[in-house]
């Protein structure tokens, strides 16, 4: 597609439900990335992708998260037991690999814990 | 890790007004972006900008990367400039891992 495209744009769930985020790259960027942005903060690096492979995952706050990619596409963020804490914007970028080449962002899902 | 530091965390400008923003960082890198997010939280690219100058309308960014840090300047400010700036940079001995300094943000009132 034209731009990264990130489903749902807005997600309300209960404490202790799990959840899965997706994210859809421009076709063709092979690298991918998740940050999630709490209230007011900065951005918080998650995991890079690289085609399928996650070569650093060392941004995941805890087990309860994981993410894959399949088909060097789309990627999906899950979020076991849901808490609180992880209410925040999920923003996922992707860009052509290479040092020379900019991110473009996706919109990012909101998610809220209750 | 590298470290990413933003000035000034907060600006409040008249609309009309210029403004510079500045990013300094503590290792070499090869990606430096400037990014503006809106109020709505869209993150929007500005520049790609490893190095040198380059300039969109009344935005321009300088990158000195041997001093470790760029400018991202704003002049006749608008309200619709108003949103938090974000420089974010790669690593030139990773494999570009972005990091992300804490933002400006940035209130134009009329």
């Known amino acids: 597609g034209a731009g990264v495209s990130q489903s749902p744009s807005n997600k309300v769930t209960e404490k202790g439900k799990d959840v899965e985020l997706r994210c859809d790259p421009i076709?063709?960027?092979?690298?991918l990335y998740w940050y999630r942005q709490s209230l007011g903060q900065g951005l918080e690096f998650l995991i890079y992708f690289q085609g399928n492979s996650a070569p650093d995952k060392s941004g995941l706050p805890s087990d309860r998260f994981s993410a894959e990619r399949t088909g060097g596409s789309v990627s999906t963020l899950t979020i076991q037991r849901t808490q609180q804490e992880d209410s925040a914007v999920y923003l996922c970028?992707?860009?052509?690999?290479?040092?020379?080449?900019?991110?473009?962002f996706g919109s990012g899902t909101r998610l809220t814990v209750v | 890790g590298i470290q990413v530091e933003q000035s000034p965390p907060d600006l409040i400008l008249q609309e009309g007004a210029n403004s510079t923003l500045r990013c300094n960082f503590s290792d070499s890198v090869n990606n430096l972006q400037w990014f503006h997010q809106n109020p709505w939280g869209q993150l929007i690219n500005l520049f790609y900008?490893?190095?040198g100058t380059k300039q969109n309308g009344r935005l321009s960014a300088t990158t000195v990367a041997t001093e470790r840090y760029s400018l991202l300047y704003i002049s006749s400010s608008q309200t619709t400039d108003s949103g938090v700036y974000f420089c974010a940079v790669a690593y030139s001995g990773g494999y570009q891992k972005v990091t992300f300094g804490t933002g400006t943000k940035l209130q134009v009132i009329p």
């Open positions: 970028a992707s860009r052509v690999q290479g040092p020379n080449n900019g991110y473009t």
């Open positions: 900008i490893p190095s």
């Open positions: 076709s063709g960027h092979t690298a």
